[in-house]
């Protein structure tokens, strides 16, 4: 496996993020916590050293599974984790919460639930407008005087805020959505992510699963399954799409992979600052996510691919695209 730098972490290229395995996309039918732990088990075997979860994924779920999975192969792993989405304070809000006394309850229990000494990629999930950035950076610059966290991270935070962060403390990584089918990144972030020697870490890069061509009407998606409300998965917007994929899978033929290897080939071929971090519970993708670390695209391949319109529709309801900083 090659890696990718992220700020002063070097991560395999491919990692892997846990958030299904707490029952997101759908309410929490079907999990499988033994074959999620099999799961994480693979992707050390296959060179995956960059393991991505949050505390609000369950809540907690996913980070009591990755502490167990890492029983006697911590040191492994660079462990991404994030923080402010819950409030564990009484007088808290109910979402959105990076006061410096929510910081550090949340830290305590997510290194608990880990099983670690340390957050190797702390993450501030969502930006708390109602908490200036500077104090939200500070607290955890104290927790990395402590010992309890290695480096910082920011997810969906525009670029005023990044800005912003970086000068109370360098940033190691950007989370964000970055695939073939969410371009926006490229106009604005990653030339300021590049300027101030930050990584890239697009998450959703098979686009919430529709780049891998196993979904192909509405009706695929379980009835409780938020994608059902994303707008690219609904009715003009959802068949505009298919074309995405169909093109993929043209290329995918030529090369003799499969669609979500053409997607996360595609992604690495960026930048060596960019980590994707697809997310599934089972054995059998993580297999055939990793593998795409060996698929080759001639210039051609790219050009095609970098040429794809990119997904109709917003990629967020209402709801959701309120929480990203803009």
Do not use: C
Not at 159 to 175: C, E, F, G, N, S
Not at 203 to 217: K, S
Request: charged share 25%; hydrophobic share 35%; net charge negative.
């Amino acid at each position: 496996m090659q890696h990718a730098t992220l700020g002063s972490l070097r991560v395999s290229r491919i990692g892997l993020g846990a958030m299904t395995m707490a029952g997101t996309y759908t309410t929490g039918g079907g999990l499988d916590d033994a074959e999620s732990i099999r799961a994480v088990h693979r992707a050390l075997d296959l060179g995956v050293t960059h393991i991505d979860t949050a505390e609000s994924y369950g809540p907690y779920h996913s980070e009591v599974l990755i502490g167990q999975a890492l029983q006697g192969r911590r040191d492994q792993v660079v462990v991404a984790t994030k923080f402010g989405i819950l409030s564990h304070t009484d007088d808290g809000p109910d979402l959105f919460d990076s006061r410096p006394a929510n910081i550090r309850l949340a830290v305590e229990g997510s290194l608990k639930r880990l099983r670690t000494d340390r957050i190797d990629l702390y993450y501030q999930h969502r930006v708390d407008q109602n908490t200036p950035i500077e104090e939200t950076i500070g607290t955890v610059t104290e927790l990395i005087a402590e010992g309890k966290v290695l480096q910082i991270g920011l997810s969906e935070a525009s670029p005023d805020t990044i800005r912003r962060a970086h000068a109370v403390h360098p940033i190691a990584a950007l989370q964000t959505e970055y695939s073939l089918w969410t371009r926006d990144p490229e106009t604005e972030l990653l030339p300021l992510l590049r300027e101030l020697g930050i990584g890239l870490v697009p998450y959703a890069p098979l686009g919430h699963g529709f780049l891998t061509g196993q979904i192909r009407t509405p009706d695929d998606i379980p009835d409780d399954d938020w994608r059902k409300t994303n707008p690219r998965f609904i009715g003009d917007a959802f068949e505009q799409n298919l074309r995405i994929v169909e093109d993929v899978r043209t290329i995918a033929d030529e090369v003799g992979a499969t669609r979500a290897q053409i997607a996360l080939a595609w992604l690495l071929a960026q930048g060596g600052d960019i980590a994707p971090i697809p997310g599934t519970r089972r054995v059998a993708r993580v297999e055939e996510n990793t593998a795409a670390d060996g698929v080759g695209l001639t210039v051609d391949h790219l050009q095609r691919l970098s040429s794809l319109t990119p997904a109709t529709g917003a990629r967020h309801d209402e709801f959701n695209e309120a929480s990203i900083d803009h």
